[in-house]
Every structure is written in structure tokens, then in C-alpha cells.
């Protein structure tokens, strides 16, 4: 498995850290529990740790899962950081994920190659996720390359809802194709 993941701000960074946890455990693990036995820390800035905790909120939303704050249950918290209340989560018989804020990925010195994307610079959306409790130590790097095109992003938030199906006939025959296009680059 590639230690390097890009993504671009719109893609759903809850589910490239599900996968990337899978691959690196596919084949080194037993998927028993549901409780896992492998603890991972990922540390990312404050762009990152806001992205991963709406995620984890529309998850939960989603799912019907409780978000309990006294340490029990799948999703914990601390009343410590008031912004960011999730501070863990359970990924069942993947790993028991740790989230921290690490200042590093929030540089305050202008950087052409690092510009602002939503009041946030871009290495803020990164993460870095770290094997703890391995034999050998593993980092996987995701690393944000950039945003979605507002109209693909919006594109893609209709298509994982179906709310476009509806409409799909009577779009123009080009969007129709751009439309097939970022389904195929979907799956």
C-alpha cells in the first residue's frame, strides 16, 4: 500500500482513512470483534480536524450511532477542546482512532505553495496517521492537493444523494456525459 494519499477538499476524508486503515491492515489482522485491538492516532490541523469532526457528526447523524461524551461508546470526547468535542472514534474491528491538532500543519509565515483554501492554509487539511503498537512503525500521509470545482463538488454532493436522478433526462446531452464522467471517477 502507498503511504501517500491526495485527495481534494469535497472527497470524503472519513472514508479515504477507513480504506487506508484496511489496506494497511488487510492480511496483517484478524477482523474480530467488533471491538478492535489496534490503536491509530492521526494528527492533522485545524482545517482537518473541522472536516473530520463534521464528518464523523453527518456519520453519526446518518447511522443512528450516539455520541457520548463520558468515554463510553464508538465515538468519545473531552469537554478539554470545546471547538472539537470528538476527539475519538471507533471504527469497528478496524482501529480505535485518536485525533489530535497538531499546530505544525498550521503555519502562520506566507507561503506561495501553501495558499488559503476556506480561511484555513492547505497543509492544515492534511493528516497524518500513525500505527501505533506495530511491530515496525507506519505513517500514512493524506494529503490535500486542492478543492473540487465548486460546480463538481456540488455535482457530486447531488449524485451521492440522488436527488439528480430525478432530473437526469432533462439535462443537456453535455452535462449528461459530465455527469457519467464523475460517476465512473466515483467508483
Do not use: W
Not at 497543509?123 to 496517521?129: D, L, P
Not at 463538488?153 to 436522478?165: C, D, F, Q, V
Amino acid at each position: 500500500m502507498e503511504n501517500r494519499i491526495e485527495y481534494k477538499l469535497g472527497d470524503n476524508v472519513l472514508q479515504l482513512i477507513e480504506v487506508a486503515l484496511f489496506e494497511t491492515y488487510n492480511g496483517r489482522v484478524d477482523f474480530t470483534g467488533p471491538t478492535p485491538s489496534k490503536d491509530v492516532t492521526i494528527k492533522t490541523g485545524i482545517g482537518g480536524m473541522s472536516k473530520l469532526h463534521k464528518a464523523i457528526q453527518e456519520m453519526t447523524t446518518k447511522s443512528g450511532l450516539v455520541i457520548n461524551a463520558s468515554e463510553i461508546g464508538a465515538i468519545t470526547g473531552k469537554d478539554t477542546d470545546e471547538k472539537f468535542p470528538i476527539t475519538s472514534y471507533t471504527m469497528p474491528y478496524l482501529a480505535n482512532v485518536k485525533f489530535s491538532v497538531d499546530p505544525v500543519y498550521d503555519p502562520m509565515e506566507e507561503d506561495i505553495n501553501n495558499p488559503y483554501i476556506d480561511g484555513f492554509r492547505q497543509s492544515s487539511y492534511n493528516y497524518t496517521i500513525e500505527l501505533v503498537n506495530e511491530e515496525e512503525n507506519i505513517s500514512i500521509e493524506i494529503v490535500c492537493v486542492g478543492k473540487l470545482p465548486v460546480f463538481k463538488e456540488e455535482l457530486l454532493k447531488l449524485i451521492r444523494e440522488s436527488k439528480i436522478a430525478d432530473k437526469y433526462d432533462v439535462l443537456p446531452t453535455v452535462l449528461q456525459k459530465y455527469i457519467m464522467n464523475c460517476l465512473k471517477n466515483l467508483e
